[in-house]
């Protein structure tokens, strides 16, 4: 059911946050799919998956230290801004995020309220014991832990299962939620495509932003067909009187 008037979001208390690629796409970041998509110029198998990583570290290694240099020389756009003003003026709303480039919280929204579905480029854990540290480095240096295994960025490739706790934060999250706000997603990656349906089975108010319709877009009341930072900017309306 589509509703013509869209209610501010001044209206909600328990905003869920729900951001793609979509959302960093205003900052220079390319997304994955559509124009321009990362994966439209390389093949994930190559490198973004656990198979390639064991077959040629130091090839998936010098993918992703060009996505930190491309990531580490953009900004937070309006979008971001917009999310961390509501997240300061309303203490019960959360961002759950399918993005790896850390921008909200470049933005300004404190970490422990970004739950970061498929991991980040500014972490890295132990391919051997597992061990997780922050690494900010562009290019990382060195590649291997000091235990002599390689440090593999800590990112959610294909084929590699969520962990359970951050599904469940989200879902949790999503279960309390008064409002979901889909920004920039274009709903093809399971589980993550799955959560916004938390929200909206239980009564949730939902918002789907994106320049374009999507598999998903069924389950939202409110769909927005414009950039991110436009749609948010206008969601932020002030109360009509
Ligand atoms: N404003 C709003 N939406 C936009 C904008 C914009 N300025 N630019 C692009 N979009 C939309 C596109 O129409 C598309 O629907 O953002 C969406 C981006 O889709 P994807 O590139 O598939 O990104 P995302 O949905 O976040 O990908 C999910 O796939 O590759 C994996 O792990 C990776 O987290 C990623 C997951």
């Given amino acids: 059911m589509k509703s013509d008037v869209i209610p501010p979001l001044h209206d909600f208390e328990r905003i869920v946050f729900f951001t793609g690629a979509g959302l960093s796409a205003e900052s220079g970041i390319p997304t994955y799919r559509g124009r321009g998509g990362i994966w439209n110029k390389y093949n994930y198998e190559d490198f973004a998956c656990q198979r390639a990583f064991d077959r040629d570290p130091e090839k998936v290694w010098d993918f992703h230290d060009t996505r930190r240099e491309r990531v580490a020389a953009c900004e937070p756009n309006e979008g971001h801004r917009i999310i961390a003003d509501v997240l300061r003026a309303k203490p019960d709303c959360i961002v759950v995020t399918q993005n790896i ?6 933005a300004g929204v404190d970490g422990s309220r970004v739950i970061e579905l498929h991991g980040s480029l500014w972490r890295v854990r132990c391919d051997r014991d597992g061990v997780v540290v922050a690494n900010e480095q562009v290019p990382i240096n060195p590649r291997r832990c000091a235990c002599g295994a390689y440090w593999r960025p800590d ?17 949790d999250a999503l279960l309390k939620a008064d409002a979901i706000v889909s920004i920039g997603t274009s709903g ?8 916004p349906r938390i929200a909206v089975s239980k009564g949730a108010a939902s918002f789907e932003i994106n320049l374009e319709d999507t598999p998903v877009s069924h389950l939202y009341q409110h769909r927005l067909r414009m950039p991110a930072s436009v749609a948010l900017t206008q969601l932020l309306r002030p109360r009509q009187i």
């Avoid at 969520?162 to 989200?170: I, K, M």
């Avoid at 093809?188 to 959560?195: F, I, K, M």
């Fill in 101 to 106: 480039d850390g921008l909200h919280q470049r």
């Fill in 155 to 171: 990112i959610v490739w294909f084929e590699d299962m969520l962990d359970g706790r951050v599904l469940e934060r989200a879902g």
């Fill in 188 to 195: 093809v990656v399971y589980p993550a495509a799955d959560l």
